[in-house]
């Protein structure tokens, strides 16, 4: 059982990360990546929501929705319980770190439409996944795009003051990062 876990958790993590592989969550991917020390926060913010996200759609999804049949709202009812999520990370933010808070700006709402934190609940659901599992798909899924976000960001930082031709500066550089990074993190399925 150890050993399956640790193997979804390394896999959602790195071979499907979901922004660099699934290529979902691009806009607070490509929004909030401009200095390391908000990708963090932004980071922490989504390991934060997709785990409980994670834990509280697996329940919901085994003890109510399928013991009445009510398995065709699953979508629905999970927007419901991401967006309540947020709200939790959003005003426990605007609180412990105003900084913070006012640095990730409209990406912090932005986390409920974020669809890598759907996507995480569907896919735990359509794979049948128990709670544990769930949980650790969820933790994985969230390392993987905090590290995603925390390198671009890295990348921008250091590239930001290098001399582009001026048709190349600002979104054409950044999607061409995130696609060579994209091609690195396909070599982790070689060892999958």
Request: proline share 3%; glycine share 6%.
């Amino acid at each position: 059982m150890a050993n399956t876990l640790f193997l979804v958790l390394i896999t959602t993590a790195l071979i499907n990360n979901v922004v660099l592989s699934q290529f979902l969550g691009i806009c607070p991917f490509l929004g909030v990546s401009k200095n390391v020390k908000t990708a963090a926060g932004m980071g922490g913010a989504v390991i934060f929501v997709i785990t409980l996200a994670s834990a509280v759609t697996s329940l919901i999804y085994t003890y109510i929705l399928e013991k009445f049949d009510l398995v065709y709202l699953k979508t629905i009812v999970f927007i419901l319980v991401i967006a309540f999520l947020v709200q939790l990370v959003e005003s426990f933010l605007k609180k412990a770190s105003p900084s913070l808070y006012r640095a990730l700006g409209v990406y912090l709402p932005l986390i409920t439409t974020n669809c890598a934190v759907l996507g995480v609940a569907l896919t735990n659901v359509q794979k049948e996944y128990n709670f544990v599992t769930s949980v650790v798909s969820g933790v994985g899924t969230a390392i993987g795009f905090t590290i995603a976000i925390v390198i671009m960001a890295s990348i921008r930082e250091r590239t930001e003051k290098n001399d582009f031709l001026p048709s190349f500066k600002g979104t054409p550089a950044v999607l061409l990062t995130a696609c060579l990074m994209s091609m690195a993190f396909f070599g982790f399925s070689t060892f999958a």
